[in-house]
């Protein structure tokens, strides 16, 4: 079974991140670009790039293009979860009776 050719752009663009090709903040090929460099469809280099947008990879921004992330800001500005016992952290129930609102105001 061979691998689509959306999911070879996608793991060549990551790798290419990792490897610092692309370094956060840069643009990656436009999928006009990607398309013709794969020799395939534009749909497949959306399909790529969003599943790339999807991870936090990447984010795009209309009329600059597609911007690596800097995976590293994003790690350290966030805080961690304080370990609860549960799976399950808040559960709320709201019950209302409609029907005698009007005699509880009066």
């Known amino acids: 079974m061979s691998i689509p050719v959306y999911q070879q752009i996608k793991d060549i663009l990551r790798e290419e991140i990792r490897q610092g090709k692309y370094k956060a903040g840069n643009t990656i090929p436009s999928v006009n670009q990607l398309a013709k460099d794969f020799s395939t469809s534009r749909n497949t280099s959306v399909k790529a790039i969003a599943d790339l947008v999807h991870e936090g990879i990447v984010y795009t921004v209309q009329g600059k293009g597609t911007i ?6 994003e790690v350290k500005e966030s805080k961690p979860m304080k370990k609860r016992n549960s799976s399950v952290l808040y559960i709320v ?11 509880m105001s009066t």
Request: charged content about 35%; proline content about 0%.
């Open 68 to 73: 690596v992330s800097d995976l590293r800001k």
């Open 93 to 103: 129930i709201l019950l209302a009776d409609f029907d005698n609102i009007n005699k």
